[in-house]
């Protein structure tokens, strides 16, 4: 039975592994968080490898705070290069597999048809910027990984855009949401479980992947999507991005395509309406729908 070490493990995807893990007991889980492990000190990740015989890392940890970034620029490449740089040099002395976490930030959001692996990256951001470094000193230092590029992640857990929404339609009449930026939802409970399917194959393909849900929306189609679904008489009164400025800016086009990761392990991926009900029916209790 192999050995599998879940950084990350408190957030949104962490949180989703933990609750996919049950239904692939072929592999023993180690979750950690920043509490018990911190990746960003090489050391003593060498070391917790080293006495848990880790065989394979599944890397969630990240530094997400996309505007705040801007200003914490040391700390967010600390967490999302240097530390991944130290995840791949331990996993390559050791001989171990890694799954790794990027995002769509490291596209520059101009583009106007899905972005396949092979694209151009561009990052406008500092957290687009860093979350590409750590791409990078990952493939230079490890044989043995996949980099799995996702967008727009919610769950039933943490902070989100389906949970802020669901909130407000509590609390409001109305709320204004961007409509000029293109995107698709990823249920983190949907990515959890594609990463224990491609785990469970004996076809661990190193390279960069996308995924996200199926299918193309606006945060303003998102957001009518989610009161609809959740029965919520809330007004979504769509806006451009220049009426809503924050300190990093946003892609305007950020959808991937999802060919390869498909058609490199055989699977099948549920369009993003389908996924937001499921959320959602989880959610129900916690917001009283």
């Given at each position: 039975m192999q050995t599998i070490l879940i950084t990350g493990s408190k957030g949104q995807l962490g949180n989703e592994l933990q609750k996919a893990a049950k239904r692939f007991p072929n592999f023993r889980y180690i979750f950690t968080d920043v509490d018990e492990l911190d990746i960003c000190n090489k050391s003593a990740l060498d070391n917790f490898v080293k006495e848990n015989r880790i065989e394979i890392i599944v890397n969630c940890a990240a530094y997400t705070a996309v505007d705040k970034a801007e200003e914490e620029v040391e700390k967010c490449f600390a967490i999302n290069a240097q530390a991944v740089k130290n995840i791949g040099e331990i996993a390559e002395t050791y001989q171990i597999k890694v799954v790794h976490i990027s995002t769509?930030?490291?596209?520059?959001?101009?583009?106007?048809?899905?972005?396949?692996?092979?694209?151009?990256?561009?990052?406008?951001?500092?957290?687009?910027?860093?979350?590409?470094?750590?791409?990078?000193?990952?493939?230079?230092?490890?044989?043995?990984?996949?980099?799995?590029?996702?967008?727009?992640?919610?769950?039933?857990?943490?902070?989100?855009?389906?949970?802020?929404?669901?909130?407000?339609?509590?609390?409001?009449?109305?709320?204004?949401?961007?409509?000029?930026?293109?995107?698709?939802?990823?249920?983190?409970?949907?990515?959890?479980?594609?990463?224990?399917?491609?785990?469970s194959q004996n076809n661990f393909i190193s390279g960069i992947y996308h995924f996200s849900n199926e299918g193309v929306c606006s945060w303003y189609d998102f957001a009518t999507a989610i009161f609809k679904i959740a029965h919520v008489n809330c007004l979504v009164h769509p806006i451009e991005t220049k009426d809503y400025p924050a300190p990093a800016p946003r892609p305007y086009y950020s959808v991937l395509n999802k060919s390869k990761i498909k058609n490199t392990f055989g699977l099948s991926i549920a369009h993003w309406e389908e996924s937001l009900e499921k959320c959602i029916e989880i959610l129900k209790s916690e917001y009283s729908l």
């Open positions: 769509d930030y490291v596209f520059d959001g101009k583009s106007y048809k899905p972005y396949t692996e092979g694209m151009e990256v561009s990052p406008d951001t500092v957290y687009g910027k860093s979350k590409l470094q750590g791409e990078k000193f990952l493939q230079s230092v490890c044989n043995q990984c996949i980099v799995i590029r996702t967008s727009w992640l919610y769950s039933s857990y943490g902070n989100n855009f389906v949970k802020t929404m669901l909130r407000l339609g509590k609390e409001r009449n109305s709320v204004k949401v961007i409509f000029d930026q293109i995107g698709t939802p990823t249920y983190a409970a949907d990515l959890a479980e594609i990463i224990l399917k491609i785990l």
